[in-house]
């Protein structure tokens, strides 16, 4: 049986690479805005400019803290480069969880984005969902069903 299915003379990639692929850039989305973070907060750069007063309200409370950005960018630098390897993928899960439930209701509540905090949101969803067996182990002691090819 051939791996790469081709429907009418195009290669059609299996769902498992295309979440391999997604599931490395979502972690390289991750990595670099931690960079970033943490280059704009040795630097002294302030957050981009948020599209509501109360967003960059929130924002400017971040950046005057002074911890919250460089643990906000280890967060993301650590998970997104644990979701990048199908073995590591359930701790950065866990490492980006909180995160990524602030950054969905930030955009929901707070900057009127819906799509940008949705999307992001799904994404992780879905890579979560692709690892739920391995994360059902956080709480569960039955072990993980061993899948036989």
């Not at 002294?44 to 911890?67: E, Y």
């Not at 930030?106 to 692709?130: D, E, K, P, Y």
Request: hydrophobic share 50%; with cysteine; charged share 15%.
């Amino acid at each position: 049986m051939n791996s790469s299915p081709s429907t009418k003379g195009r290669q059609v990639l299996p769902r498992t690479r295309i979440l391999d692929i997604i599931a490395v850039l979502y972690g390289l989305f991750f990595v670099s805005t931690g960079c970033l973070i943490l280059v704009g907060t040795v630097m002294g750069w302030h957050s981009p400019r948020q599209p509501t007063v109360v967003a960059q309200d929130f924002t400017d409370a971040l950046d005057a803290s002074r911890i919250v950005n460089p643990l906000l960018a280890m967060t993301y630098i650590a998970g997104g480069s644990a979701l990048m390897f199908r073995r590591t993928a359930p701790l950065g899960i866990v490492l980006l969880a909180p995160a990524i439930g602030t950054i969905f209701f930030f955009h929901l509540v707070l900057t009127g984005q819906f799509i940008w905090g949705s999307a992001n949101a799904l994404c992780f969803a879905t890579l979560a969902w692709r690892n739920r067996e391995r994360l059902r182990l956080l709480w569960s002691d039955a072990p993980a069903p061993v899948k036989t090819s």
